[in-house]
């Protein structure tokens, strides 16, 4: 199975010859945790397939947009981006992110880390890596790389590292016996601030990546995403490409007026 670690070093075989490239699906939401990944699965030599979802979330309209960018910008071809629309998520409810009747927390980032958001959708990630496992081995991919990262996971119980070790497992025992796909999770211990400086590393085009949970556009930049997007951007002393309807600071400072 391919490695973890976020070494530029680590590179899992040579890009001397494309055809030769291993392949792999990468969930692509268009937010930056999984742009960077992409980016890091094209580093590490791997042949690039995207799969986006849209399941009801209140910016799938912006998300779609910045994924068909993003492939674009990384040259994948039409054929290998597989765009799933699925409404049960949505049906299912009691999420902020997909049910209208709750309305998107103000972010807090000190808040208790058992806290579960109300922005948690519940077993997401297992719904999308099923998918993308189901596209990984009907394409003869060796691996289904995914952005999250080690902020995530003190709220989103599918996201921790145990987690991707028992999908991995599972995918392991319910595919062919000669498919060998793995479960790679580069930023899975690394914060939003490292991926995004991986990102600046790696020439990762933010301007066409969008994470804020209430708004299409501008971003709202107060909601959970938007503070900790901002939050890593300011820490690093890099602008923030996206428009903003106000862009708090986030390091402790006063806040900066607002700003598009």
Not at 21 to 38: C, E, I, K, Q, W
Not at 58 to 80: F, G, I, Q, Y
Not at 166 to 180: S, Y
Request: glycine residues 6%; negative net charge; proline residues 6%.
């Amino acid at each position: 199975m391919p490695s973890d670690s976020t070494d530029p070093t680590d590179t899992v075989v040579s890009t001397a010859n494309q055809s030769d490239r291993p392949g792999a699906v990468v969930l692509v939401s268009g937010g930056m945790d999984s742009a960077t990944t992409a980016y890091e699965a094209r580093e590490r030599g791997y042949d690039l397939h995207f799969l986006h979802t849209s399941y009801g979330q209140n910016t799938e309209t912006k998300e779609r947009e910045c994924a068909e960018a993003l492939r674009e910008e990384l040259d994948v071809p039409a054929d290998r981006f597989l765009h799933i629309e699925t409404d049960h998520l949505a049906r299912i409810g009691v999420s902020s992110l997909t049910d209208s009747s709750m309305a998107v927390d103000d972010a807090d980032l000190d808040a208790d880390e058992n806290e579960i958001p109300s922005s948690y959708v519940p077993f997401r990630n297992a719904n999308l890596l099923s998918m993308a496992v189901s596209y990984a081995e009907a394409n003869d991919c060796e691996a289904v790389f995914v952005g999250a990262h080690s902020e995530d996971y003190s709220g989103y119980p599918d996201c921790r590292p145990e987690f991707f070790e028992a999908f991995d497992r599972m995918v392991d025992v319910g595919t062919k016996p000669e498919t060998d796909i793995g479960i790679v999770v580069p930023f899975v211990e690394d914060s939003k601030t490292d991926i995004a400086a991986r990102g600046a590393e790696l020439g990762v085009p933010y301007d066409l990546t969008w994470s804020c949970y209430r708004e299409e556009a501008p971003a709202c930049g107060t909601c959970d995403a938007c503070a900790f997007r901002l939050q890593a951007f300011q820490r690093l002393g890099i602008e923030d490409p996206i428009a903003y309807e106000t862009r708090p600071d986030y390091t402790g400072e006063a806040d900066t007026p607002a700003e598009s």
